[in-house]
Structure formats: C-alpha cells, structure tokens
C-alpha cells in the first residue's frame, strides 16, 4: 500500500495570509490526525477526524481548521498566518484512530 | 502542551552499545507507543505497549511501562548507525480516545 502523503512538502507564506495543507491517507484508513512540530513546543496535536467529522480537537485558535472529504482525504487550513505558525505540519492516518499512527512526511511551513 | 518528559534530551553512543530512553506521563493511559523521527521527517511508529502490559521485545526494541509510576523505558540494544534519529513516547488517554500527546524526545547519536 501507499503510504500517507502530503502536499506540498514546503510552503512559503507572508504573515497575514492564508494556507491550505493536504494529505492523502492510506487506502482503507477513515481516521486522520494533523499535528504541529516546532522547536520550541514540540509535537502538539491539531485535530482529528473520522469519517468526514472532526472526533476531537486540540488546543489551537480557531485560525486552524479542517474537513474530510468522503474518500477519507483531509485538507487543514490555517487563515491570517502569524510567524508562530512557522512549523513542520505532520499528517497522520490509521484504520480507527486508536493505537498505530501512520505519519506522511510532513509540509513544512515557513511564514516571513 | 506536552503530556510528559523525555530523558535523556539527548544521548550518544558508539556503535554497538546499548541505548536507553525514559519517558514519563500524567494521565491514565490507554497505550504507550514510541516513535522515530530522523532529521524533520514524518514519525515511525516502533512498538506499542498496551496499559495493562509490563514488556513487550520487537528485534532489537525492548520496552518497558510502569503505570504506578507513570514511566516507561525503550532499551535499543546492539545500536547501528542507522539508529541515529529522535525517539518520542506517545500517549492516548483514556479520556481523549484518539489524540496522540507525544514526549519531549530524545536525540539519539550512534557514532560508527
């Protein structure tokens, strides 16, 4: 099988802008989790949803946000980018949600 | 925030030798997983250890989880080069179902 991919790998944005992150899970999976990687905060969970509905949430503003389309692909967006949101954006897919996760290889975001 | 601690932050080692990382939690926990990450890369997952487990052996991974004390240990033995990477603990608790909430990591150097 294909593992979870995610596009694009890089992303270059200006503070006050907007972004919209892919990822395509592995076929079969319906949960997808989105997580934010920074030096400073570590990994930290975004959001996660199952079968097109968001099943929990972190502790992020409300500037993140994401859907599930019914083939189980998921978009996370992020609106008015501030230079704190600079981060590696690690997507991540199972068959339920519970025990092993199966991460992509992350976009990377950088806000100027 | 980060559910719990990692130790050493950092570790090197020479090829050969035995590698061990502690990882301590909060919460009550469904299961406890490790994962890899090599230089800003998506994570692996290596090994889960269920709550009512004590140890669990993959090749050359050994784990280790105290509920009482809120810890668990990943014992790589015989470490290759190849094993240079960031090690993370990661926890689901009983109460969030499907959220991940990862350690701080520990960086791992095997010199050949």
């Known amino acids: 099988k294909a593992g979870v991919t995610q596009t694009p790998r890089y992303l270059i944005k200006t503070r006050g802008q907007q972004v919209t992150l892919s990822c395509s899970p592995i076929?079969?999976?319906?949960?997808v989790s989105w997580y934010q990687q920074t030096p400073g905060q570590g990994l930290q969970f975004l959001f996660e949803?199952?079968?097109?509905?968001?099943?929990n949430k972190g502790n992020f503003p409300g500037r993140f946000s994401g859907r599930q389309f019914s083939n189980s692909r998921s978009e996370m967006n992020v609106s008015t980018l501030e230079l704190g949101d600079s981060a590696l954006y690690l997507c991540?897919?199972?068959?339920?949600?519970?025990?092993?996760?199966?991460f992509g290889p992350g976009t990377r975001l950088t806000v100027l | 925030s980060q559910q719990g601690e990692e130790d050493p932050q950092a570790l090197s080692i020479q090829e050969g030798e035995n590698a061990t990382m502690n990882c301590s939690y909060k919460?009550?926990?469904?299961?406890l997983q490790w994962y890899r990450q090599n230089s800003g890369r998506g994570l692996v997952h290596l090994i889960l250890i269920r709550s009512n487990e004590r140890e669990k052996h993959s090749g050359r991974l050994r784990v280790t989880l105290d509920t009482s004390k809120k810890s668990s240990s990943l014992l790589i033995t015989a470490s290759r080069a190849a094993d240079t990477a960031s090690y993370y603990c990661a926890t689901d608790e009983e109460t969030s179902g499907s959220r991940l909430t990862f350690g701080e990591g520990t960086q791992l150097t095997v010199n050949p």
């Open positions: 076929s079969g999976h319906r949960s």
């Open positions: 949803y199952f079968s097109e509905t968001q099943r």
């Open positions: 919460t009550s926990i469904n299961n």
């Open positions: 991540a897919s199972s068959p339920h949600g519970v025990n092993e996760q199966f």
